[in-house]
């Protein structure tokens, strides 16, 4: 009995994450998947559920030493009635025999299943916590990083139910049965059959059937079966699924579709490439595009010509970056705009002007790297990729006129400070150019997205590749270009 009320129990609190957050109905603005800081408060939030569920069993444990002690008392009575003839001869063996099973027998039914003060305690608190555990969409959100990083990286689900992510062995962040479960139900809802049949499959090779919480959460070799065989029986592939697997489609009479679609390939190939630097290109001391720049020039790495294009390394301080990550933390945690999708998977925060001497010291030095006036410019923004966070194909300059357009201009540069090391992947990728920027604490990236000429140039295209292992921290400043009237030349037509 109190085994079954220990699993009923865990089944209340949610403690097992990876199974339970499909039970959640409400969805809520944030998302865990999107951020590495809100990823945290599970940690803490599971720290919770432990603590709590220790409690509960310090409780049982208390309850199930009383009744131990008990049972001997019971059991040297029990030895007494070997003769039950003599033992019911005796008048007061029969009045203790009624009295125990009509009294003492009830109360022991209603001591060992009403739960006392303290386990009524550890259940409200268990209550309480279930409001915050992740919903099925944080768990929808969760496979799909996953599946993206497997898309992105041709990772196979051995691999990853191994704890193998990219090179990195980690054993002990292998998959359980359950998780590979709860990824063949999401490819198999994402229309994915041939990869649905690969994580049922892992699933049953990593099948424990003494597991207690396979139990808890009624999870059976017949659940992954009866999945599998609605698969087999469906047995349908879809026509447009070649292009997940690496193979241009033929152009269809949908050019915005075929478009998106050679895209998302081309940003596949290009995060596992490895690019060539061409010859041509160099790495010196810039000491030219500022006055200041002449007594404390930059280190900088040409990357490309068209676009204009630049690394600088050593260009923003680890007490820069504490301040930003230790400032914005609390907004990261607290904004909206963070979003996991097919297009973004992140957690952005702006950092809106006046600020300290932290901000108007990077756009000074903003303005040492670009020669470019920081009048008018886009606020800093810090954005925070979390699991197989990514970004897809796209430019930073406008595409439509709007007001901000006419009195800024369009987006003429672009320069994003890399706030940390990414373990693996997170690379920031121009496919059109070839060019891959691993990110590197301390170095940011500066490049054109306009002609001189002020037409846009589609080579500036990028994306953010997924992070494999890690956690992704860079912060954009985006240069208008009508302040830059006085700062670049003029084109002679």
């Not at 001869?89 to 001591?111: A, E, Q, V």
């Not at 479960?181 to 059959?193: P, S, T």
């Not at 000491?287 to 923003?316: C, G, N, Q, W």
Request: hydrophobic letters at 35%.
């Amino acid at each position: 009995m109190l085994k079954n009320k220990y699993i009923q129990f865990l089944a209340l609190s949610g403690v097992v994450i990876t199974c339970c957050i499909g039970f959640g109905k409400a969805i809520q603005k944030k998302s865990y998947a999107a951020s590495s800081v809100e990823l945290f408060k599970l940690l803490e939030l599971e720290d919770e559920l432990v603590e709590n569920l220790q409690a509960y069993v310090k409780n049982l444990k208390r309850k199930l030493n009383l009744l131990d002690k008990s049972l001997l008392t019971m059991k040297a009575e029990q030895n007494l009635k070997d003769d039950y003839e003599t033992y019911l001869g005796n008048p007061l063996n029969s009045f203790r025999l009624i009295h125990r099973l009509h009294t003492d027998w009830r109360k022991w039914h209603h001591y060992a299943s009403k739960a006392n003060r303290g386990e009524l305690e550890n259940i409200e608190k268990a209550h309480q916590m279930r409001k915050r555990l992740p919903t099925a969409l944080d768990l929808e959100q969760a496979c799909r990083g996953i599946d993206d990083l497997m898309s992105f990286y041709d990772l196979k689900p051995g691999e990853l139910a191994a704890g193998n992510l990219s090179g990195y062995s980690i054993p002990k962040t292998a998959l359980s049965a359950q998780d590979c479960f709860a990824m063949g139900e999401f490819c198999l809802r994402d229309r994915k059959e041939d990869r649905a049949e690969d994580w049922f499959n892992v699933t049953l090779a990593n099948f424990n059937e003494d597991k207690l919480l396979y139990k808890v959460n009624r999870f059976s070799r017949f659940s992954v079966h009866n999945t599998w065989a609605a698969l087999l029986v469906k047995n349908q592939k879809l026509s447009g699924d070649s292009y997940q697997f690496g193979k241009l489609p033929k152009e269809s009479e949908n050019n915005q579709l075929y478009q998106w679609i050679n895209e998302e390939i081309l940003t596949k190939r290009n995060c596992r490439a490895i690019f060539r630097q061409p010859s041509r290109l160099h790495c010196r001391y810039n000491s030219s595009t500022t006055p200041f720049t002449r007594i404390a020039p930059l280190k900088m790495e040409e990357l490309s010509t068209d676009p204009y294009m630049v690394i600088y390394h050593d260009v923003i301080y680890d007490s820069e970056i504490n301040w930003l990550l230790n400032t914005t933390k609390l907004t990261l945690s607290l904004v909206d705009t963070g979003t996991m999708s097919e297009f973004r998977a992140s957690k952005d925060s702006t950092i809106f002007l006046p600020q300290r001497k932290v901000v108007r010291t990077l756009e000074e030095r903003v303005t040492d790297m670009t020669g470019l006036s920081m009048e008018m410019s886009e606020e800093f923004s810090l954005i925070n990729y979390g699991l197989g966070g990514h970004y897809v194909l796209h430019t930073d300059y406008n595409n439509q006129f709007n007001q901000t357009r006419w009195v800024r201009g369009d987006r003429l540069a672009t320069v994003l400070f890399y706030l940390g090391d990414v373990d693996s992947g997170g690379a920031t990728i121009f496919p059109m150019i070839n060019v891959s920027v691993t990110p590197k604490k301390g170095s940011a990236v500066f490049w054109h997205n306009l002609h001189n000429s002020g037409d846009m140039n589609i080579k500036s295209m990028h994306s953010g590749c997924p992070v494999i292992v890690g956690s992704k921290y860079v912060l954009t400043k985006w240069i208008n270009e009508l302040p830059q009237m006085f700062f670049t030349p003029c084109i002679r037509k």
